[in-house]
Structure formats: structure tokens, C-alpha cells
């Protein structure tokens, strides 16, 4: 007998009233609709986004079992939502759906070896006192590699954190540091990876933790004389993923303890993985003898997508929320915003809220108009090319003068100045700062940019000038 959209639909309907309450399955389940079958995949109709936001939140393993049982273990559930008076007099029209099929991350359980430890052993994530090593990874599901898109501006990174994934603490990237400016995809790469791993390896324990909340728990531990619990903790992890850890700077005490816990980690063949908005080479007031150990693996960038990947990244979001959108439109979008990924999925995003809260078509003018606001909106990128140009014309010098390796009081300052902005306005490290500005190295940079710093709070002349600059540069 072959199979219809109704049947199959009939049969996991069956075996879901025997595993729900009737009350929950009347509700939730009598509304939906069969509406395709193709291949392996179901296509389901039901009433609003809130009740296909619903069955994917509580009954999305459910629903995986019964189709699974029908369609085998490559069955698909895609979701039909028919939205009824949308723009003007024109027929409802419907969004599709794919289901994630996800469930939440699940916790994971230690056997923590109590032989030379305090048998109160505590979990820095739990209440004092409680004895529970259930550790929690803090991942988030959402943050896969299935929607963390490749291109030429990510594709080191995201193949090195493929590689980790597959075989954690095993390859040559440990540790593995993913550096690059805000809204590139750092915090998403470092998830994705904690993803994999826990899928692909459940037996692992895998920690995500922002450098901010570890040295939160450091301090803790040691107002309460528990330092010692704090390391041990931090032992028991297969997979330590620390986000944002240029935020360790000038922290000498959650340096020196994260010292330890990196040697026991590493030389364990456990895997850490960290992120930074600046490269080894940039970090200021970190201990040197944490520096080298960061580059003991792969330091990877992240760079600003290319058209392309903008274009994957518009179309990859619109998939996911199930809206479709005319090809001009997405193109529109992809050339306007280029700053960084969440720029680009806000300005998507909003546009998609403009035309569904007021009922108006998605045309290229609200296109234009939403970007329009949403750029100003944004701190605008300011070049380091730019920045030299305000600061020669402020001071009537020409480029090259500014750029050459004249001594003169006046060139050194602008040349300073310049260094200064480019640090200040731009993403770029200091060795490309340098590089750009008369072909300095890091080091001059920055002795320039604290130079600059001790000027301003010194002569008002000065502080004048950086106070016109930038003013120029804001404009």
C-alpha cells in the first residue's frame, strides 16, 4: 500500500495520544494538518508561528520518534504555517518550516577522583554546599556548524574547528584561539564546536564559560578558601571553551590559575579552545608565559564576510525563519551592510519585522529605507587611509611626510595621532597599523598610542587637538 501524507500523519498521530495527556494532545495536535509527503520528508500545516514554536520546544522528540517509526531514520519534518491577513486584499500566504530536530544540551556526570581531594569537592556553578558534579556544558544548541556558513573570510577557522571536533585534544590545534572584531562569529564557531563534540563524543565533558564569569569564580573561590576546589573543578574538563579572554588582562591572580589549569589540561590531551577580539600578538597585560603558550596551536582570524558569504548568510536566514524574499532585495542588503554578521542579520531581521508587523510587501524602497536608517545607526568604518588623510589635512602636511622617518616634533605627534585613531576607530591589529602608517612595527604603535594618552592628561594644547580629530573622524 503506498503511503499518503495522511496516513503517515494518522499513524504518528496514533502512537502520540498514547504517549501524551488527551488534553495536551487535543490542543497541540487535533489543529495540525497533513498536507505533502515527498520522499522521507512530512509536510504539516498548523495555525501560527507560536504553535510550531511550541511543538519544537515540547514535543519536537515526540514528534522525531513517531516519523522515524514511519519514514525510517532519514525522515524530515517540515512545518507549513498559513498566515492569514497579510498584505492587503491578497491571499493568505503560508511560511515554511524545517524542524531542528534538536534537543537541549544535556548535563554531564563526573566521577571526580576523591582520593587526594577534599570530598566536598565543589562545582562552581552550583550553590555552595551542595555535592554535585553534574556539570552543565552552558553550550548553546542553536550554535551549530550547519548554520555557521563558509567563505573565505572564516574558512581557516571553521575547518580547524571541524578538525578539533572530530578529534578533541588529538590534532595539533590545541589550543585552538579564534580571534577577530565584534559580530565576525567568534562566540558561534567556539559553540559550534562544543556542539560537535558533545554530539559526536557524549562520554566528554565539555565547559563553555565567558573569561568574565571564570574570573568571577576565581575571586569567589578564594574569599571562601576554596581555591584549591576551584583548579580541581577545572581538571575534571575534557573540553574547556573560554570565550572572550582578552578580558584576563591585567588580572594576575585568574591569570597565574588559569596558567595551571591550561598545563594540566594540555599536557592531559585535553582540548581548549578560546576566543579573543584581538590576536597573541595584541594582548596587552597578559603574562608572557600565557602568551606562548596561546600560540602553541592555531591562532585562526576571523575577517569581515565577502559579498558572497553576506549573500549565503541573508538566504541562510531567511530559510531558518521561513520567509521568502525577492533575489534583488537580499542583493540590496548584502551591498549595504558589511561591517559584520550581526549587522547584517539585524538589518535582515528588522526588515522582515517592518513588512510582517505593518502588512507591507517587501519592496527594494523599505529595503533601502531600513538599511538607510539601520547604517546610521552604526558606527560608521572609518579606514585607516581616512584617518591619515583628517590628520595630514588638520596639520597641512602631505601624506608622505607623514608617513616618512623624519624626527620633527610636529610630524612625530600627527604620525601618533594617527596611530592613536587607527587604534581607537579600527579593527586592525597593531602590526597592520604600523604597517600602514609609515611602516612601523607593533611595538611603536603602542608606545604612540600611550604617548597620546599621557599628553592629553598633560598639555591642553594637545588634548585640544585630539579633541578636533575627533570630531573630523565622528562627523
Not at 165 to 188: D, E
Not at 443 to 456: E, P, Q, R
Request: aromatic content about 10%; glycine content about 4%; charged content about 25%.
Amino acid at each position: 500500500m503506498n503511503k499518503t501524507a495522511q496516513s503517515v500523519w494518522e499513524n504518528c498521530l496514533s502512537f502520540i495520544k498514547d504517549n501524551i495527556q488527551d488534553q495536551a494532545y487535543k490542543t497541540w495536535f487535533e489543529p495540525i494538518k497533513s498536507v505533502e509527503l515527498t520522499d522521507n520528508a512530512l509536510y504539516i500545516q498548523v495555525p501560527s508561528k507560536f504553535f510550531y514554536e511550541w511543538l519544537e520546544e515540547h514535543y519536537v522528540k515526540l514528534l522525531k520518534v513517531a516519523l522515524t517509526k514511519e519514514l525510517g531514520k532519514n525522515a524530515k519534518l517540515l512545518y507549513k504555517i498559513k498566515m492569514e491577513n497579510t498584505y492587503g486584499n491578497k491571499q493568505p500566504y503560508t511560511e515554511q518550516l524545517p524542524s531542528a530536530n534538536r534537543a537541549q544540551m544535556k548535563p554531564q556526570d563526573v566521577d571526580a577522583p576523591l582520593k587526594n581531594l577534599n570530598p566536598e569537592l565543589k562545582n562552581p556553578f552550583v550553590i555552595p554546599g551542595i555535592r554535585n558534579l553534574k556539570i552543565e556544558s552552558q553550550l548553546n544548541a542553536n550554535y551549530s556548524f550547519d548554520n555557521f556558513l563558509e567563505g573565505d573570510s572564516n574558512r581557516l577557522a571553521r575547518s580547524a574547528g571541524m578538525a578539533v571536533a572530530n578529534k578533541p585534544g588529538g590534532t595539533s590545534f590545541n589550543p585552538l584561539l579564534i580571534f577577530g572584531g565584534v559580530g565576525l562569529g567568534k562566540t558561534h564557531l567556539a559553540h559550534a564546536i562544543g556542539v560537535e563534540i558533545k554530539d559526536k563524543y557524549p562520554e566528554k565533558t565539555v565547559l563553555y564559560i565567558s573569561a568574565e564569569i571564570f574570573t568571577q569564580q576565581y575571586i569567589d573561590s578564594v574569599k571562601k578558601n576554596t581555591r584549591n576546589d576551584f583548579i580541581h573543578f577545572y581538571q575534571l574538563i575534557d573540553v574547556l571553551i573560554i570565550d572572550d579572554v582578552q578580558f584576563l588582562s591585567g588580572k594576575s591572580g585568574t591569570q597565574d590559575v588559569f596558567f595551571h589549569i591550561f598545563n594540566y589540561l594540555h599536557q592531559n590531551g585535553k582540548q581548549v579552545i578560546l576566543t579573543s577580539d584581538k590576536a597573541p600578538v595584541d594582548m596587552q597585560d597578559i603574562e608572557q608565559r600565557l602568551l606562548s603558550r596561546f600560540k602553541w596551536g592555531l591562532s585562526a582570524e576571523l575577517h569581515q564576510p565577502d559579498y558572497e558569504t553576506r549573500v549565503s548568510i541573508l538566504k541562510n536566514i531567511l530559510y531558518r525563519d521561513g520567509v521568502e524574499m525577492p533575489e534583488e532585495i537580499i542583493e540590496y542588503v548584502a551591498r549595504n551592510i558589511k561591517t559584520n554578521v550581526r549587522e547584517l542579520e539585524g538589518a535582515i531581521i528588522s526588515l522582515i519585522a517592518q513588512s510582517s508587523f505593518n502588512k507591507k510587501e517587501v519592496t527594494i524602497e523599505l529595503a533601502k529605507s531600513i538599511v538607510e536608517k539601520f547604517v546610521k545607526n552604526v558606527k560608521r568604518e572609518i579606514s585607516i587611509d581616512y584617518i591619515q588623510k583628517i590628520v595630514s589635512d588638520y596639520f597641512q602636511l602631505d601624506l608622505e611626510t607623514l608617513q616618512s622617518k623624519t624626527r620633527k616634533r610636529h610630524v612625530v605627534q600627527a604620525r601618533q595621532l594617527a596611530m592613536f585613531f587607527a587604534k581607537k576607530f579600527t579593527k586592525a591589529s597593531l602590526a597592520n597599523i604600523g604597517s600602514q602608517i609609515g611602516d612601523r612595527d607593533h611595538a611603536t604603535v603602542l608606545h604612540a598610542c600611550k604617548t597620546v594618552d599621557n599628553l592629553v592628561s598633560t598639555d591642553k594644547q594637545f588634548k585640544k587637538f585630539v579633541e578636533d580629530i575627533h570630531k573630523k573622524l565622528t562627523l
